[in-house]
Structures are given as structure tokens and as C-alpha cells.
């Protein structure tokens, strides 16, 4: 019997601040690292339910209990993310001390959403919320004010609309220096004129930036900037191909744009140069390189399948069969009205055949969607049929 004293930081706080990575475990570890968050944030109550948690586990040492003690983290986007890393670390942190329960320390706030996930996969003995003592002075409208702009739902209803309002009319406040720019790259002005209009528009400027932070502060844009380069170097070290996919098919993607640009250079012309034309043009040019770039992105989940012999969800197949059926559907309408408005050489067979196809895969893809019941999977020892 083995008692795992666990400590839970949903949102990652100790991984934004200190660099330190989930799960923590073991005594030492464990101090170390509320160090590190207690002196990069001396007001993150985290710091104090790591050290409660290492506290409990020396209580349950001193009765003569088997214990040992971990810290868990999430991601900074709170939710389903945070939680399937939780979960991730949660169970490596069992596998590693092999524990048989679990005490849960916790700061109280999230334990609703945090508890059913523990539950689940292992025993809980005991639940301990932490509740960091406060003074007087600190217990202040103006801290309280600023704890709730801190919150992340209150910072997406306040701060996002605000910062949107303040970028929007530093923006309208800049119209005249975005004009003196544009003439001044013509070479019909001087480049006084920038700095002039620069001087007359501080407001502008000021606003304009203003609203920009606040915007990232409300969406936590650098946050998730770490998180997603986080995210990304776990995955090359896990040999998951999500990233070269990613480049692979944003290469497409550019040459599709480029084919469509190409398309509307070479087959326009003067009497067909209105607006629909050249969509129909950039659309026959780009929309199959454009799709194959999301097929190719979204065959990233078979590829690492294939790759660490694990489960194929049938869901691939299914969305693979619709990105298909809807590239055919869509290329067979564009030639069809390029062929009624006689912008292109092409025959009615060759819409028909591309509409017929798309019904097939669309149609092939709903059965297969309805027989299939078991998720198409890579045992250890090969293909399942």
C-alpha cells in the first residue's frame, strides 16, 4: 500500500514561471520547485499548496505511512487542454511511485472539475483545499478588483471589448499618418509629412498600442506562444510528425495561392475581368491544392498511428472521405458556372463526372460512418481486421 500526496496546478503556473515541467515528484523536487514559484511570484497561492503538500507528506511519514509526494501541471489554456495534461501527467506520476491512493492537496478554487479526474483511476483518501490567509490591507477593493481582472473569464468579457474599442479608434485616429504613408512611398509627399502627422497623432499612437496590449493581455497571447512552442518541442522529443505535416501542408497551401494568382494573370481578360470571373479563376487555380493541404494536414493523426503502432480513430477516415467528396463537389459548381458563363473550354462531362464522384465519396463516407462501430486500430502485433 502506497500513499501518493498530490498537488494540482490546473493552469500551469509553475511551468509559465519557473520553466519547470510536470509531473514533479519526489520530496526534494518538490521543494525545489515551490521554491522557484515562491520566488517568482511571492503571490501565487500555488506556492503554498505545493508546500502544504509536501507538509501533509511528512505528517503521513512521521505515522509510519508509505507514502511519497508529486506535483502535476496543466496548460495555461484552461479546460479540455489543461486537463488531458493532467491527466497525462497524473498517470505517469502513478506508474512512476506506484501508488495504490492518493491525498489530494489542492487550492480549492477547482476541485469540482479536478476531483472526477483523479477518482477515476485511482482511490482518493483524503481531500485538502488550502486557503492562503490574507491581512487587512491586502483585503482591498483595489485588490479585489485586480484579482478578478486577473481571472480569465472576466478578462475575455472586460478587457478583450475594451482593448478591441481602443484599437479600433486608435486605428480611425491613424488614417491620416497611414495616408501620408502610402504618399509618401508613391513619392508624391516628402517624409516630413510622416513626421508631422506623427507628431499631430500621439493620441492615436497611444491609444493604438494601449488597445494591442490589452488584447494580448486578454487572450494571453504570449502565453500561448510558450505553450504552443512548449507543445511543439514535446512532440518532436516524442517523434510525433505533427510539425513537419504542419510545414508540408502550409507549403501546398502557399502553392495553391500562388496557382490561384497565376490562374487570374493568365485567363483573365477584358471582357470576363469582373469580380466573379476572377474568383472562379483563383478558385479552379487554388481550391485542390488548398484541400490537399488540409488532407495532408489531417493525415498527421494516421501517420503517428502508423508510427507508435497505436489507435487509428474512425473519425480519420470519415473526415478524410468528406474533405474528398467536398473537393469534388466544389471544383465540378466552379466548373460548371466557368462553363454557363463561357470562361473556360471545358465540357459538361467533366463537371458531371466531378459532381457524380463527390456524391459517391459523400455517399461512401455517410455508410461507412453508420456500419463501421469499432475504431480501426494497430495492435502490437499488426493490422486488426
Not at 141 to 151: M, P, Q
Not at 323 to 341: E, K, N, Q
Amino acid at each position: 500500500m502506497k500513499v501518493l500526496v498530490l498537488c494540482i496546478d490546473r493552469d500551469d503556473d509553475l511551468g509559465l514561471k519557473t520553466k519547470i515541467e510536470g509531473p514533479v515528484i519526489g520530496r526534494h523536487e518538490c521543494v525545489r520547485a515551490a521554491l522557484a514559484l515562491g520566488l517568482a511570484d511571492p503571490e501565487d497561492a500555488d506556492t503554498n499548496t505545493m508546500l502544504a503538500a509536501v507538509s501533509t507528506y511528512e505528517e503521513l511519514v512521521k505515522k509510519g505511512v508509505n507514502a511519497e509526494v508529486a506535483t502535476i501541471t496543466g496548460d495555461v489554456n484552461v479546460g479540455y487542454q489543461s486537463d488531458m495534461e493532467l491527466t497525462r501527467q497524473l498517470e505517469e506520476a502513478l506508474e512512476v511511485t506506484m501508488a495504490t491512493s492518493v491525498v489530494l492537496i489542492s487550492n480549492g478554487a477547482e476541485d469540482e472539475y479536478i476531483f472526477p479526474m483523479v477518482s477515476s483511476r485511482i482511490k482518493i483518501d483524503s481531500v485538502r483545499s488550502i486557503i492562503v490567509k490574507q491581512s487587512k490591507g491586502i483585503e482591498s477593493t483595489w485588490y479585489f478588483f485586480v484579482k478578478i481582472l486577473k481571472d480569465a473569464k472576466t478578462r475575455k468579457k472586460i478587457i478583450a471589448p475594451v482593448g478591441t474599442i481602443l484599437t479600433a479608434v486608435g486605428l480611425l485616429l491613424l488614417i491620416p499618418l497611414f495616408n501620408a504613408i502610402y504618399n509618401v512611398a508613391n513619392g508624391t509627399e516628402n517624409v516630413q509629412v510622416i513626421i508631422d502627422e506623427i507628431s499631430s497623432n500621439i493620441a492615436g499612437i497611444i491609444l493604438f498600442v494601449f488597445g494591442i496590449y490589452l488584447l494580448q493581455n486578454a487572450f494571453r497571447i504570449r502565453e500561448a506562444y510558450r505553450s504552443a512552442v512548449k507543445r511543439g518541442k514535446r512532440s518532436i522529443y516524442k517523434g510525433d510528425v505533427t510539425i513537419p505535416m504542419f510545414i508540408f501542408a502550409a507549403i501546398i497551401f502557399v502553392l495553391g495561392i500562388v496557382r490561384g494568382y497565376e490562374a487570374v494573370t493568365t485567363l483573365a481578360t477584358a471582357p470576363n475581368d469582373h469580380l466573379a470571373a476572377l474568383v472562379l479563376y483563383f478558385l479552379d487555380g487554388s481550391f485542390y491544392w488548398v484541400m490537399s493541404a488540409v488532407l495532408i494536414f489531417e493525415s498527421r493523426r494516421m501517420v503517428n498511428a502508423l508510427i507508435s503502432r497505436e489507435t487509428i480513430p474512425r473519425g480519420f477516415w470519415s473526415l478524410s472521405m468528406f474533405i474528398v467528396a467536398s473537393t469534388f463537389l466544389v471544383l465540378g459548381l466552379i466548373h460548371y458556372m466557368m462553363f454557363s458563363w463561357n470562361l473556360s473550354d471545358s465540357n459538361q462531362l467533366q463537371y458531371i463526372m466531378e459532381i457524380g464522384i463527390g456524391l459517391s465519396i459523400a455517399i461512401g463516407g455517410a455508410i461507412l460512418q453508420r456500419r463501421v462501430r469499432s475504431e480501426t486500430w494497430i495492435s502490437k502485433e499488426g493490422w486488426r481486421r
